[in-house]
DNA sequence: TACTTGACGCGAACAGTGTTCGTTTATATA
DNA sequence: TATATAAACGAACACTGTTCGCGTCAAGTA
C-alpha cells in the first residue's frame, strides 16, 4: 500500500520530536540555569519552552503562570542555604554566618533576589530558614517581638541587597567588556563625576569621593549587617519584659 | 474653488488634532502621574503618549528611552524631600525626620522607588539629598568614611523598603476590594497559613504568629531606622581615628 | 526669495511578552 | 475496547520598547 498524499490545502500538526515528559521539576531547573546565565530579564516563559523543545502554552500544565514559576526557582535557590543548629553561646556569630551565607547564595543566581522582595516566606525552604533563624534568636535571648521584627528586616535587606548588586552585573549585559572591567569603568566614571560637581554646590560630595566610592559592594553589606547585629545585640542586653531597649542618649 | 477630492487608494496623514508642543516636562509629568494613579507597570510609552494625544515614536524626541523617563521622574519625585540645615546638636534626630520623610513621599508615589535600587546619585535632586544627609552626618562628627557607607545604605534600606511596601499594594490593583480590606485579607491569610504549619517541624513559627505578623509596615521601618542609627551613633562615641568603632562583647 | 538644515512628530513595522482557547495526542481507567 | 482525563499543541489576542523612513515646520543662510 503507497501511501496517500496529503493534500496541500489540508494542515497537519507534526510533531517536532519524539514527547519527552515536561514536569515542573524539569520546568523549574531550566528557568534556573536560564536566569542564572542571562537574569531574570531573559526567563520567559518562550524562552523555558524553547529550551525544552516545546511551545509555551505546554508549561501552564505544570504551573499555574509565571509568577509562580518564579516562586518556585526562587525556593530551589533557598534550598542551598544551610540552617546551623542553635547554639546559644555563639548564637549573634551563627546569625552573621546564615545571613552571610545567604548573601552569597543569591549573589551566585543573577537577579532572583527581587523575588524574595515582599515575599512573606510559606515555601519549604523559606520557611526552614525562617524557622532556623529564629531559633537562633530565641536561644540567644531575643524577645520574640524583636525576633519577629529582625526576620523581617534580615529577610529585606538580605534580598534588597543582592538585587542592587545584580543590577549592576545586568548592565553589563549589554555591553562587550567583561564583568571586572566593565565595573571599573561604571565607577570609575562616577569618581570622575563626583570630582567634577561644583564644589561651591556640593563641597562635601566632591570632597569626600573617597569615601564615597571606595568600599565595594560586600563592605558595604557587611557593614548594614554588622550595624543591625549590634543593634540586636543591645535587645538582649538591655531588654526588659516588653522587648523595649534601654533609652540611650 | 471647490475641493479636489482624494482619490481613496492615496493614504493621507491626518494629523488627530492640532499640534500641542511636546516636552521633556510634560512627557515627565504625565508619566509621573500614571504611576501615581497605577504603578509603574501601567507606564508605558504608549501609554504616555496616549495621554498626550500622541504616538510613542514622538516621545523619543525628548527622551533617550523609558530607563532615562524612569531616572526623571526619580528625580522629580526626590524634588519632594526636605533638606533642613545641619544642627550637630540634633544631627540624629535630624537624620531619622529626613529619612521618614524621604519613606512616606516614596510611599506616595507608588512603585517607583525601584528606579532608586542600583542608581548612585547624579541626578540634581538626588544630589542635593546627598548632600544633605551627608552634612548632617559630618557635622554631628561622624566619620566621613563611615558617612559615605551610611548613606548608601540608607538609600538601599529607604529605596527597598518602600519598594516592597508598594509591591503588596501593587497586588491590590488586580482586585476588587480596597486597599484596606485587600492587605486585612492578606495578612489574615498569612496568619491562618502560619498557624495552621505542622508544630512538629516548624513549632517556632506556628507558635509565635503574633510576633511574627502583629506589627504593621511603618512599625517595620521604623524599628530598622532606629537600629542603623543607634549603629551610627556609636560611631561617633566611640570612635578613633580610623573610624572603627569599639568592640563590643 | 529659494534652498538647506535641524528639530519634531508620525505611522508602520519589527521582535518580543504572558496567557487563553479549542483541538489533538497520550495515558489511565472501567 | 471504549471512555475519561491529563498533557501538549498551535493560533491568536492584547500588549511591550524601539527603530526607520518620511513629512512638516521653523530658522538660518546664500
Same mark, same amino acid.
Given at each position: 500500500m503507497t501511501d496517500i498524499p496529503v493534500p496541500p490545502w489540508r494542515k497537519t500538526r507534526v510533531p517536532s520530536a519524539p514527547r519527552t515528559a515536561l514536569s515542573r521539576e524539569l520546568i523549574v531547573s531550566t528557568g534556573l540555569r536560564i536566569v542564572d546565565a542571562?537574569?531574570?530579564? $531573559?526567563?520567559s516563559m518562550r524562552r523555558v519552552a524553547q529550551e525544552l523543545g516545546?511551545?509555551?502554552?505546554?508549561?501552564y500544565a505544570h504551573v499555574a503562570n509565571k509568577e509562580e514559576l518564579l516562586d518556585l526557582i526562587y525556593d530551589r535557590v533557598m534550598a542551598e542555604i544551610a540552617v546551623p543548629e542553635p547554639d546559644p553561646e555563639r548564637w549573634l556569630e551563627q546569625l552573621r554566618e546564615m545571613i552571610m551565607d545567604a548573601f552569597r547564595v543569591f549573589g551566585s543566581?543573577?537577579?532572583?533576589?527581587?523575588?524574595?522582595? $515582599?515575599?512573606?516566606p510559606t515555601s519549604p525552604n523559606a520557611l526552614r530558614i525562617a524557622e532556623g533563624q529564629l531559633a537562633i534568636m530565641l536561644a540567644g535571648g531575643v524577645p520574640p517581638r524583636i525576633a519577629g521584627l529582625m526576620l523581617d528586616r534580615f529577610g529585606l535587606y538580605i534580598c534588597a541587597d543582592a538585587y542592587e548588586s545584580a543590577l549592576y552585573v545586568n548592565?553589563?549585559?549589554?555591553?562587550?567588556?567583561d564583568l571586572d572591567a566593565f565595573l571599573e569603568e561604571t565607577f570609575g566614571q562616577i569618581r570622575e563625576f563626583y570630582q567634577s560637581l561644583p564644589a561651591g554646590r556640593f563641597p562635601l560630595l566632591a570632597g569626600h569621593v573617597d569615601a564615597l566610592t571606595g568600599p565595594d559592594g560586600d563592605e558595604r553589606f557587611a557593614f548594614g549587617l554588622d550595624l543591625m547585629l549590634r543593634g540586636l545585640a543591645s535587645y538582649v542586653q538591655d531588654a526588659d519584659a516588653d522587648g523595649s531597649p534601654t533609652p540611650k542618649g
Open positions: 542571562e537574569g531574570l530579564e $531573559a526567563l516545546t511551545g509555551p502554552a505546554s508549561l543566581h543573577a537577579d532572583i533576589a527581587r523575588v524574595g522582595l $515582599a515575599n512573606i548592565r553589563q549585559r549589554g555591553s562587550d567588556k
